[in-house]
């Protein structure tokens, strides 16, 4: 991040991709214009294709040149891939799997999936206010590079199995990033695994621990993966970082974010030790109401704040973006997916707008 310190001039690859990828990325885009003429920045976007769209132009989930793009950015904005449109495609040249190729390139192997629950969106939590109390504040740290993904696979038509590999290496990387994000916080890490099942597990937890021992700032419990998904829900308080492999961080930051009210409020960082990492709002594509102007774009627009925080260092910037986000939720304003009676409802670009003007 040193190396941003000075710097005004940023280059951001953009992949729009598909549903609603194109109206919440252009949100995100007019936010970041509006910062930097607010703190004297200039934000190149540069156009790449992932998914859907890169299979109707390229014929293939990711090409050769987005890979390059993506590369010698900066950092990379995401929409979303996917959609019934491409449902019947080869498995190896479905959109997502452009998704696991881009993260594979840049090397992006730490996934950061905060779920905040907002005081004013207190009331769209599926959960009870005694459980919920005075609000959520979780950092799932997903490993994303390994594990049933990314191992060896075989299919007929009579079996077909996948393979949960991991390596020493892969393990102490994603657990260093985990420790030193929990001590920036509140300096509690649950790792989450499955040791009394899986060998992946056992070397998994012997390593979380003997790294643990070089951050003794840091409070370090174990969970099984089944108990952490009942947990979060009957008791999400006590969860502040939670370090877990591929497959479970998966599902369970798909949970912890539902504990929010809204999939469409949470952004996600992938983070490397390259140059540039990628930013994407959690949800998916949504193709169902794509076209429509009722998207929620705040996931996105968080998503260019942890952008900006992360990869250029422009922690002033990123607290102007969020700051502006949670004036606009408590003056009553929301997208279809939060709206309740005697909310003010707004469409994708107007809550972009109003975003704009708090900044």
Same mark, same amino acid.
């Given at each position: 991040?040193?190396?941003?310190?000075?710097?005004?001039?940023?280059?951001?690859?953009?992949?729009?991709?598909?549903?609603?990828?194109?109206?919440?990325?252009?949100?995100?885009? $007019?936010?970041?214009?509006?910062?930097?003429?607010?703190?004297?920045?200039?934000?190149?976007?540069?156009?790449?294709?992932?998914?859907?769209?890169?299979?109707?132009?390229?014929?293939?989930?990711?090409?050769?040149?987005?890979?390059?793009?993506?590369?010698?950015?900066?950092?990379?904005?995401?929409?979303?891939?996917?959609?019934?449109?491409?449902?019947?495609?080869?498995?190896?040249?479905?959109?997502?799997?452009?998704?696991?190729?881009?993260?594979?390139?840049?090397?992006?192997?730490?996934?950061?999936?905060?779920?905040?629950?907002?005081?004013?969106?207190?009331?769209?939590?599926?959960?009870?206010?005694?459980?919920?109390?005075?609000?959520?504040?979780?950092?799932?740290?997903?490993?994303?590079?390994?594990?049933?993904?990314?191992?060896? $696979?075989?299919?007929?038509?009579?079996?077909?199995?996948?393979?949960?590999?991991?390596?020493?290496?892969?393990?102490?990387?994603?657990?260093?990033?985990?420790?030193?994000?929990?001590?920036?916080?509140?300096?509690?890490?649950?790792?989450?695994?499955?040791?009394?099942?899986?060998?992946?597990?056992?070397?998994?937890?012997?390593?979380?621990?003997?790294?643990?021992?070089?951050?003794?700032?840091?409070?370090?419990?174990?969970?099984?993966?089944?108990?952490?998904?009942?947990?979060?829900?009957?008791?999400? $308080?006590?969860?502040?970082?939670?370090?877990?492999?591929?497959?479970?961080?998966?599902?369970?930051?798909?949970?912890?974010?539902?504990?929010?009210?809204?999939?469409?409020?949470?952004?996600?960082?992938?983070?490397?030790?390259?140059?540039?990492?990628?930013?994407?709002?959690?949800?998916?594509?949504?193709?169902?109401?794509?076209?429509?102007?009722?998207?929620?774009?705040?996931?996105?627009?968080?998503?260019?704040?942890?952008?900006?925080?992360?990869?250029?260092?422009?922690?002033?910037?990123?607290?102007?973006?969020?700051?502006?986000?949670?004036?606009?939720?408590?003056?009553?304003?929301?997208?279809?997916?939060?709206?309740?009676?005697?909310?003010?409802?707004?469409?994708?670009?107007?809550?972009?707008?109003?975003?704009?003007?708090?900044?």
């Amino acid at each position: 991040m040193k190396e941003y310190e000075k710097k005004k001039s940023f280059n951001i690859g953009i992949l729009k991709g598909d549903g609603i990828g194109p109206e919440i990325i252009d949100e995100a885009i $007019k936010i970041l214009k509006k910062i930097g003429k607010r703190f004297g920045h200039t934000f190149i976007f540069e156009r790449g294709y992932l998914g859907g769209e890169s299979i109707d132009k390229y014929g293939v989930p990711l090409s050769e040149d987005t890979i390059e793009l993506c590369k010698n950015s900066d950092a990379v904005l995401l929409g979303a891939v996917g959609g019934p449109k491409w449902d019947n495609i080869t498995p190896k040249n479905r959109p997502e799997m452009g998704l696991l190729q881009i993260r594979k390139a840049m090397g992006l192997y730490c996934n950061l999936r905060p779920a905040v629950l907002f005081e004013t969106l207190k009331d769209s939590s599926p959960l009870k206010p005694e459980i919920i109390g005075n609000g959520l504040d979780i950092m799932v740290v997903r490993e994303l590079t390994g594990g049933l993904y990314f191992g060896e $696979k075989y299919r007929d038509n009579e079996k077909a199995y996948d393979v949960l590999s991991y390596s020493r290496k892969e393990i102490e990387r994603i657990t260093k990033k985990a420790f030193e994000i929990a001590k920036k916080r509140r300096g509690n890490l649950i790792s989450v695994d499955k040791r009394n099942v899986l060998d992946t597990s056992k070397l998994w937890r012997d390593i979380v621990n003997e790294i643990g021992q070089r951050y003794t700032e840091v409070k370090v419990e174990h969970m099984y993966v089944d108990n952490a998904a009942m947990q979060l829900i009957i008791n999400p $308080k006590q969860f502040d970082v939670i370090l877990t492999e591929n497959t479970f961080g998966d599902i369970l930051s798909d949970e912890a974010s539902m504990l929010t009210g809204s999939i469409g409020m949470l952004p996600s960082a992938s983070l490397g030790d390259g140059k540039a990492s990628l930013y994407e709002p959690s949800h998916g594509s949504a193709p169902d109401i794509a076209g429509k102007g009722i998207a929620n774009p705040i996931a996105t627009i968080l998503s260019a704040a942890m952008m900006l925080r992360y990869s250029f260092n422009l922690s002033k910037e990123a607290d102007s973006i969020e700051n502006a986000v949670k004036k606009v939720l408590e003056k009553g304003y929301r997208t279809c997916d939060l709206y309740k009676e005697g909310d003010l409802k707004v469409t994708t670009s107007e809550m972009g707008n109003l975003i704009s003007k708090e900044i």
